[in-house]
């Protein structure tokens, strides 16, 4: 069992592109599959209710305000959010002609633009790391080479870097986050909280305030991991994939895990070298 997940993670971390491009489109995927059942939100008196929310998007072009119209009607955008779903399950799939995955991470970028508006209360940070996951792999792709490859490659892994970085750096002038009860202040919401997890954390004072600043550390120093060519950047991804789950867990963002798991081998890849000619579904000989 243990050689069988230690290979799936090695088949995972050789091919940070192909890798990236699944989870990334599993992200997709069940974002989709809520939205689909979720009709009630875009009702009438809902929270996407398109009557209130198209005042959210004013613009002086006809064209950009029927597009936006017609896409909310609700027969066109569950069309929208089904196709979305064939595209993301092509790219689950051992599917590896260069193309076809070309296409439909295209798609799914293109259509989360479209369709941004229509669900503009509820996406969150997942939806932009997801965006930047298809549409990084889709330019990649569209060059055919391994260079173009490698280029989405390293977008990627920087963009996680500087994400977590720079949501560590926000952070830190927070008053809350500086005294350490950051985290039990959000678990006592209804949105975000766990009511078990805030009577630990209310119970256990020292801990809560040592858990929140390791939490800003990792986040803040987590550049700082790509230095001597990642030498601990594995100790730090397994941290952070901790992180997102227990956040998937604990506040129900199921989808970040997918989301920014989803980069992790190209993050190694950034600072440890890649070659695509080596991967599987970037290998132009089978494209």
Known sequence: ????IRRSFELAFSDPLGTAERLGAATQLISSLEYLACKADRGPGGLNDW????????????????LRDWIAQEPIT??????????????????????ARLACNAYLSASQILTYPRHFFGTDGSDQVSFVIQTASAIGRAGATDASRRAAVQF?????????GASGWAKLPGA??????????????ETYGDQWLFEQLRKYPAAARALCHLVLALECGFPLLL??????LD??????????????RFMGL???AWAFIATYPSVRALARGFDPAASTTGNRRKA
């Not at 069309?79 to 064939?86: D, E, G, P, T, Y």
């Not at 809350?176 to 919401?189: E, S, V």
Request: net charge positive.
């Open 1 to 4: 069992m243990w050689s069988k």
């Open 51 to 66: 009557t209130y929310l198209r005042d959210q998007f004013p613009s002086n072009s006809r064209v950009v305000t029927r």
């Open 78 to 99: 569950q069309s929208i959010h089904a196709s979305r779903v064939l595209a993301a399950i092509v790219l689950i799939s051992p599917a590896r002609n260069n193309y």
């Open 156 to 164: 990627i892994g920087a963009q996680t870097a500087l994400s977590y």
């Open 176 to 189: 809350a986050w500086q005294h350490g009860d950051a985290l039990t202040k959000i678990m006592r919401t």
């Open 227 to 232: 230095l001597k060519r990642g030498k601990y």
């Open 235 to 248: 100790a730090g991804l397994l941290a952070m994939a901790g992180f997102h789950l227990a956040n998937a």
């Open 254 to 256: 199921s989808r970040f």
